[in-house]
């Protein structure tokens, strides 16, 4: 079996279609929220590289990533960054399921978390917003995407698959189909969202960005650090 294959897919193909645009899509949002080279940035969940070929080219050693899958690590330090005529740090790049950052010893301006919160539970993400924090300079910000359903369609996705509303601390979760990576994807309500700013508002200064004209409708999240 190929090195870089994860739940038996090509790198590419687990982390999804539209590979050029979507990854050039990340990119543009941080330069115009003020990305610059000489700043630390983070990507969560930064996989194979899809906006990491990006990031690598403007900021170099300034990128860093974290992966719960070593294959994709692998793939983008191994595949895609050389495919790009770049090279990238190992360094820079570490393999974690608790977003623990501290093998990095940096503090980082800028965080970007993609495609990943959109497969957790609430809980989860308040573990991952915990565990970043103390790795985040003051006024330090993460970006943040997740499906954000209104309540009527909410509330008929619950009635339709009833089996898939999980209930936690912060209140219900509806968890939709699998998605093409296998992985379970959760939408929420705005309700959901509000319980997840009071869990972390004591280190996280948080907002609905909203729009960020992604083509599956996933909505931006901004966590500003509080001291």
Not at 46 to 70: L, P, Q, S, T, W
Not at 96 to 114: E, I, Q, W, Y
């Amino acid at each position: 079996m190929d090195k870089y294959m994860v739940n038996n897919q090509t790198h590419r193909k687990f982390i999804g279609d539209k590979w050029d645009a979507l990854g050039k899509l990340q990119f543009d949002f941080c330069i115009e929220r003020g990305l610059t080279p000489d700043i630390k940035l983070i990507d969560i969940g930064c996989g194979c590289f899809r906006a990491g070929v990006h990031f690598i080219r403007y900021m170099g050693n300034n990128y860093y990533g974290i992966d719960r899958h070593k294959e994709l690590i692998d793939a983008g330090i191994e595949v895609e960054a050389p495919k790009h005529g770049l090279i990238a740090n190992k360094e820079n790049f570490f393999v974690t399921k608790d977003f623990d950052l501290s093998p990095f010893n940096v503090t980082f301006d800028m965080g970007l978390c993609n495609s990943v919160f959109t497969h957790l539970p609430i809980p989860s993400i308040v573990e991952c917003l915990k565990n970043i924090h103390p790795f985040f300079k003051a006024d330090g910000v993460l970006y943040a995407t997740v499906y954000i359903t209104d309540q009527q369609s909410y509330e008929s996705k619950l009635q339709r698959f009833p089996d898939r509303q999980e209930y936690t601390k912060v209140g219900p979760i509806l968890l939709d189909e699998e998605s093409f990576s296998g992985l379970k994807t959760f939408s929420y309500n705005l309700t959901d969202i509000n319980n997840l700013f009071e869990s972390v508002q004591s280190m996280w200064d948080c907002k609905v960005l909203g729009d960020w004209n992604h083509p599956q409708n996933q909505q931006m999240l901004a966590f500003k650090k509080v001291l």
